[in-house]
Each structure stands twice: as C-alpha cells, then as structure tokens.
C-alpha cells in the first residue's frame, strides 16, 4: 500500500517532470536550454559527491579529476577522425585512437567506466586513510591527472585542449541521465548495501564490529562515485563542446560540494534542489562579476565575485544550519 | 567456546594486559571484573580484533572445529559469530533504531549490491527476512514502539538495549557485553539480568561481560575472572570470588 502510494507519486512527478522539460525545451533560447542542461549535469555531480561525501561519510575531493577522465574519454571517442587531426596539429594522436567514432551512450558509459576503474585503483591505497588525510591524497589524485592531462599530447592534445566535440548533449541526455541516478541513488540507500554505508559514516568502530567489512564497502560507494562523475564530466564535454585540462581545477570540486554542503550531506532531495539553484544562482549572479553603476557611485567589477557570495552562504551554512539548508527536521 | 592463551597486549611501555589465560565454555555466562584500568575493554578489544595481541593466542570454538582468530579483523571476527556492545554507546546515531538493528544484520547478505539496488526477488526476499529478525529483535528489547526515532533520541537504558539487539542481529554465538549496566537505576538493573539470561536461553549463547555492579556480576554469572594491572588474579564461581583474598586487596587494599 505504502509502496503503491509511493510508486504513484513517483510516476507523477515523473510524468510533470517530462511535461515541463519538453515546454522548456520548446520555448528556451539556447543560452537557458544550456543552463537547464547544466541543471541535470549538476543534479549527477551533486549526488555523486553526495554518495561519497554524505552517505558513507568520505571527505574526497578528487571529483574534479573524475570528471577529467570521463570528459575525456567522451571526447575522443565521440569525435569524428578528421575532427582530431584539425585539433592534433602539434603532435598527431596516437593512432589506435585515431579512426575511433562511437555513437554518444557507449561512449559516455565508457567514460562513467574509465572514471569509475580509477576510482577503484586509486580507491584501495587511498581509502585506507581518514578524513583529512583522505582529502589531501584525492586532492593530489586530481591534481595528478590534470597535469597528465596536460602532457600527454599524443592523446588529450595537452594544455590546447579538444575543441569540435559533438555537441550530443540534450535535455533529455542531461535530464534522462539524472533521473536514472536520482532512482539509482533512492534504491542504493534504500537498500542493505546503502545503510552500511550510512554505518560507516556514522561510527567506523562500530561499523566494522558488526561485521561491515569498512573496505569493500567504502571502495564499492567510492567507485559507484566516481562512476558518476564520469558521466557526468563526459556529459559536460559534450555540452560545451570544448574541453582543456584547466577547467578540471579545484574550483569545479568547490562547486559541486558546494551543492552537496548547501544541499545537505546525506540527502537526495536536497542536492538535486541545491544543484539547480546553484546553477541558476551562478548564471544568474553573473551581474555581480561586471561593473555596477549604482547613480552615485560606480563599482568597478571584480570577475569572480559572485563566487564571493557563494562562498560566504558556504560559510554561513556550515556555521548555523550544518545539515544543511535544504534537508528536512 | 573461546579460549585466550597467554596473551599480552602492550602499548609501548604500558602492558595493558600481562599472559592472560581464559577459557569460556560453550552456554556460560562469564563475569570479567577488576578495578578501574585494569585492563578489562582491552581484553574485549583484543578478542573482537580491535588490537592484535603482543603475544598469545585467542582460539575461538577449541576442540574439532577450532579456529585461530588472533589478529583478525574486527568485521571477520564479527562474522565468525563473536559481537560485541561498548562501554560509551557506539549506535549509529543519526540513524533510526530500526536501521540500527537491520544494518547487523548486513554481514550475512547474500545478494550483492546490484540486485539490491534492482530489487531482484532474492534481494526482496532476504530484505524482508532481515526486516523481520529486526522487527522481532526490537520487540524483544521493548523498542518496537520506538522503531522509527532516532538512535540518539532515546533514553540511556534503552540506547544500551538497542545495541544489545543490534549486536543479536548479527546472530553472535559469543556475546560481549562492555558494562551493559553502567549509568542503570536498580530497577533497570534488575530488569536487564533477566533480560541477559533470556537472551542467552533463546538465542544459546554464550556470555561474556565486564560490570561494575557487583549485583548483576555474582547474580547472573557462573564464573568469574578478576583482573587487576591486565593479570588474572582470581577466577571462580561468585561465592569463592567474594572470600578470595586477592580479590580483597586489589579493591580494598590491604590493612
């Protein structure tokens, strides 16, 4: 009965969900339609930090380099071969990536499962560590696969970056995409696996007294992550179009955590509210960044100011309201 | 059941416990006591693999099918059949106390955590079985009301029942219990000592516990270990632990 209740509200929102991003996707101009789709791009990146950060309580700031490999990988496996000679002019791509076209999903699954295998490896020796000590290593790890970004010519075309990516990005990618992580993220911690991960966050000791093994299970929400974040990078290279190494920095992380911290750590409905809002809030602040003509005086504009704000609302949250400004009781 | 062999556990010069030996048999109920910092939660902690002993040995089921646990993981020791409940409350907090309960039941899952999220019909299956034992597990303890609250929400006694029932739920064979009266008004006290021998009839355990209250220890226990500066200076039945002169001394002093 409960679950009926559920199943149907679910639908319902499903359906009002389609209905208005098919009017959206009507009437918008394309600057909006891509703020919309920055929307759902968002919504993944925000639970997939959420998954690491809130639930299972690992403080990880490798995201951005997570997304680094799956915007990668979309990139060049997308892009059709004359397109990389034009962008391969210092140093031609390697050639088994030469002549390689796939069609967008494959792709963008490749890039969840690129991400998602280094989140694996660089997981194991890395998980061993806590908290703070975590955050540093998977800091330097984004930090490592920027700069390899950088220098490996032959394959990501280095510091000039990938430009003429398919734009295959859509509403319905970027949306579809987020629904199926928001549904994938409500069973996940709806089920045994998700609560263990909730376990752990709570109190490691007695986590594993009760027989969690805190290894697994730690890697297993880290990989799931990092699998995200893949597609949603790859997603985000397929909406701009143009990718370099430099937009993988630590100011993409302090975005998304952004999203989560606002949000709340540890809950769903919050980071999907928090990242549309934040992503308007960022495309709609823009005015903070030019200069300001008040009458009497004249403000000249600092770029990046609106980042100001958002850093000052960080603070506020995490000082007055730390569950968050989004999560229920 | 469970037989620790001439263990000693040092933290650099400090030796917490110094050739411990006991042996715990199957379907008793054992007291460990001894004066404040005598070593007691190291014991427990080196038993649940939360320190690996300097020395010594820690077999668990001695006899046919006998196992070396010595410096397992805590997890891999909990799966053996040996859980435990803490001296300061570890519940998951922020949690409900239903999920507290559910989530010791976790390490014997079987489906994996594809057909969890999937919801495959074995997933289903095994959810209900686990919700279940939860349910009854909660109703045991006298928390079926407060299934939906949060763990920290409720009262002392009944944080220290629910990590009892959380600790069942992992389906123990050996059962510790980290002064599982501390901080209980008499009533409760006696309330819980037949809570401890009911438990150990219907699920068969085995208990072993660390208390203070001298009431709980020669009320419900069949054996006792004293010790004092991490060794064994007494061990027996309750009324040769109450005459025994080093058992005197080491609370008392000597005159």
């Known amino acids: 009965m409960k679950i009926n209740n559920r199943f149907k509200k679910s639908l319902s929102m499903l359906i009002i969900t389609i209905v208005v991003l098919f009017i959206l996707n009507k009437v918008l101009d394309d600057y909006k339609l891509r703020v919309l789709n920055l929307c759902g791009i968002y919504i993944i990146l925000g639970l997939s930090m959420n998954l690491i950060n809130g639930f299972t309580g690992l403080f990880s700031l490798g995201h951005a380099g997570f997304m680094a490999i799956g915007a990668y990988t979309v990139a060049i496996l997308t892009m059709p071969a004359p397109m990389k000679e034009m962008n391969f002019f210092m140093k031609p791509i390697v050639p088994f990536l030469a002549n390689i076209e796939w069609s967008f999903f494959p792709a963008l699954m490749m890039g969840g499962v690129m991400a998602g295998l280094f989140g694996f490896l660089i997981g194991a020796p890395v998980l061993r560590l806590t908290d703070d000590y975590l955050a540093i290593a998977t800091l330097g790890f984004a930090e490592i696969i920027r700069v390899v970004f950088t220098n490996t010519q032959s394959i990501t075309n280095g510091a000039l970056g990938l430009k003429g990516i398919p734009a295959s990005t859509n509403v319905w990618w970027s949306w579809g995409l987020a629904l199926v992580t928001i549904l994938f993220m409500t069973f996940l911690m709806e089920g045994s696996y998700g609560k263990a991960f909730n376990a752990i966050r709570e109190d490691e000791i007695a986590a594993r007294s009760m027989g969690i093994n805190l290894f697994t299970h730690k890697v297993m929400s880290f990989t799931f992550g990092s699998f995200l974040a893949g597609v949603g990078g790859g997603l985000l290279a397929a909406l701009l179009g143009t990718i370099d190494p430099n937009m993988f920095r630590i100011v993409l992380t302090f975005n998304i955590l952004l999203i989560v911290v606002l949000g709340g750590l540890g809950s769903i409905k919050g980071s999907v509210v928090s990242a549309i809002i934040v992503t308007i809030a960022m495309e709609a602040l823009r005015f903070l960044d030019e200069s300001i003509n008040l009458g009497f005086v004249k403000l000249e504009g600092v770029a990046g100011m609106r980042m100001v704000i958002f850093s000052i609302i960080l603070m506020a949250v995490v000082i007055f309201r730390k569950e968050g400004l989004l999560k229920e009781n | ?255």
């Open chain 2, 1 to 255: 059941m469970l037989k620790i062999e001439n263990m000693t556990m040092r933290f650099g010069g400090v030796v917490a416990a110094n050739k411990f030996n006991a042996d715990i048999e199957k379907g008793q109920i054992v007291g460990l006591i001894g004066p404040n910092g005598a070593g007691k939660t190291t014991i427990f902690n080196v038993i649940t693999g939360v320190y690996r002993p300097t020395e010594g040995k820690i077999i668990f089921n001695p006899g046919e099918e006998e196992q070396d646990i010595t410096g397992l993981r805590p997890d891999e020791i909990a799966k053996l059949g040996i859980c435990r409940t803490f001296q300061n409350i570890r519940l998951f907090k922020e949690l409900s106390v239903l999920d507290n309960v559910f989530i010791g039941n976790h390490l014997r899952i079987e489906s994996n955590v594809f057909s969890s999220i999937l919801k495959f019909p074995n997933y289903r299956k095994e959810e209900k079985m686990m919700l279940e034992k939860s349910l009854y597990l909660l109703e045991k303890v006298g928390l079926e009301d407060e299934k939906d609250g949060k763990a920290h929400s409720l009262p002392y006694g009944k944080q220290r029942r629910l990590e009892i029932a959380r600790a069942l739920a992992t389906e123990p064979k050996l059962l510790l219990l980290d002064e599982p009266a501390a901080g209980m008004n008499p009533q409760e006290t006696r309330e819980l000592m037949e809570f401890i021998k009911d438990i150990k009839d219907e699920f068969e355990l085995t208990i072993f516990l660390i208390e203070h209250h001298m009431e709980v220890v020669m009320g419900i226990c069949e054996e006792i270990l004293v010790l004092d500066h991490g060794s064994l200076i007494a061990q027996g039945d309750p009324e040769s632990i109450q005459t025994d002169s080093n058992v005197i001394e080491a609370y008392l002093g000597v005159e």
